[in-house]
């Protein structure tokens, strides 16, 4: 019998756009640590109205960011959901967790991690850790910045923060938005503010960034000397002066100094909504990785393919270009993405929630706060991985840490499509759940540089079972 294979919704192969399938995630801000790229997002869940339908996205239930990580920029690795604020929350005195951002700096000799966020549009937060995954703490108990903060006061939303570490080892954050009334083409509400030492302390007076027609979403980069702030111009449909941003582009301003004085350049991305069919709120990070820049930004793709594309967003990485005299050429915003950059290693421990497709399947945590399993495997569903290169010996052999619940099923290895060729099958027995058990099969045909696919089948109306994480062995 042959299984009916789910297909693909979102992010379809060979597409590296939307960066994951199984999970939406909003307002990316970038971190580079080691060889690996890690994205922090506002963690956009569906919310329903009484009947069950799908209503448009307040944010208000918003209180976790999420992180997922790549070496390559095509697989991903799922490390779930940061509780941020709430009652379970590491910020317990915030009731939202908006727009991170995060940034590494060594202190003391040891390195620190640290993640900013807005609470709502009131005020923004820290949290530190000794890891880019956690566990995070609130090292200070309360706000970072408040309506109370130097220079702070007139800012309409006060959120959507993004921070530099210079060459210098001193910290800036920039933050803020919103339009007074009436003042669509200088709103005065973008701010920048010195860190202190400890990147959990602010110094001195918020400066103004006169950015025109500001609406949100701060960014920051430096490049040869130059700083580039960047944010999202605001929707006011009236006439804009010659050399104004159009309405909901990302637009940049350029300056010497960390602090301004800032010169106003132009746009370099469009609204989603000119490329993809789906307008919202424009947000973005621009990030320098192996010597190459690039943009992450969220679009409504993964929502409008399933049919309910009401502000629920999903972060997209293009490439960056810095042109001869430092200006940065447009951004042409595609379903395509980004070129692998490395091949992914099958005889290395892999994580099972790294992805670069996949369908009927979710993640969860394991423990709380640990690593990220696959969960909720559906018969028919998979999981595709890129650019796997098994070498010129081959692989003889695959093993799973896997939990086998009340159906089990089985694990097919295929190559290069969900339905290629069959390089290996593993049985999962049926189990309670109770008792994560290593399995082995046997490989054959898995030789030099694929994209390789577990596909997962079984009772299609039972749970089959969960899988933590997969290795290749060049031994049987």
């Not at 990147?199 to 490049?223: C, L, Q, W, Y």
């Not at 694990?411 to 060729?421: M, R, S, T």
Request: net charge negative; with cysteine.
């Amino acid at each position: 019998m042959t299984t009916q294979l789910n297909q693909a919704t979102g992010k379809v192969p060979p597409n590296g756009n939307p960066l994951v399938a199984h999970r939406y995630g909003a307002d990316p801000y970038a971190l580079v640590f080691g060889d690996r790229l890690y994205l922090y997002m506002t963690n956009d869940a569906l919310e329903y109205d009484e009947s069950g339908v799908v209503k448009e996205n307040s944010y208000s239930s918003i209180n976790t960011i999420t992180v997922i990580s790549s070496a390559d920029l095509v697989n991903w690795t799922d490390h779930g959901a940061i509780a941020v604020a709430g009652p379970e929350g590491a910020a317990k005195w915030a009731t939202q967790s908006w727009a991170p951002a995060a940034v590494h700096k060594v202190i003391g000799g040891k390195d620190k991690f640290f993640l900013y966020f807005a609470n709502n549009a009131s005020g923004i937060g820290v949290l530190s850790s000794d890891s880019p995954v956690g566990p995070w703490v609130d090292p200070i108990g309360e706000a970072l910045i408040l309506r109370s903060t130097p220079g702070v006061a007139d800012v309409t939303w006060l959120f959507d923060p993004a921070v530099l570490v210079d060459d210098d080892g001193k910290g800036y954050i920039y933050f803020g938005g919103g339009v007074p009334e009436g003042q669509f083409a200088e709103p005065g509400t973008a701010r920048v503010m010195r860190l202190g030492e400890d990147m959990t302390s602010v110094v001195g007076t918020a400066e103004v960034i006169p950015a025109p027609f500001m609406f949100e979403d701060a960014g920051i980069h430096k490049r040869n000397g130059v700083y580039y702030y960047t944010y999202c111009s605001n929707f006011y449909d009236g006439e804009r002066p010659e050399g104004s941003p159009p309405a909901g582009e990302i637009a940049y301003m350029t300056s010497d100094s960390p602090m301004g004085p800032w010169t106003y350049q132009r746009t370099f991305l469009k609204n989603p909504g000119h490329f993809f069919g789906v307008s919202g709120n424009n947000h973005h990070a621009v990030f320098e990785f192996h010597d190459s820049w690039y943009i992450a930004y969220h679009a409504q793709t993964l929502s409008k393919a399933q049919g309910i594309a009401n502000g629920y967003r999903s972060t997209h990485l293009n490439r960056l270009t810095h042109l001869e005299d430092g200006s940065i050429q447009e951004i042409h915003a595609d379903y395509e993405g980004v070129q692998q950059l490395v091949t992914l290693n099958p005889y290395e421990r892999i994580p099972a929630a790294t992805m670069g497709w996949s369908a009927g399947v979710k993640t969860e945590f394991l423990t709380a706060g640990g690593e990220q399993i696959v969960t909720d495997i559906e018969n028919g569903g998979w999981i595709g991985l890129s650019g796997v290169d098994f070498g010129s010996r081959g692989a003889k052999a695959f093993q799973v840490s896997v939990l086998g619940l009340e159906a089990g099923g089985v694990l097919e290895l295929h190559l290069d499509d969900p339905a290629g060729p069959l390089a290996g099958k593993l049985s999962v027995p049926a189990a309670n759940g109770a008792e994560w058990t290593e399995l082995k099969t046997e490989v054959h045909g898995a030789i030099g540089v694929h994209s390789l696919y577990l596909v997962f089948t079984g009772a299609s109306s039972k749970d089959l079972f969960k899988l933590a994480a997969w290795q290749f062995t060049t031994e049987a």
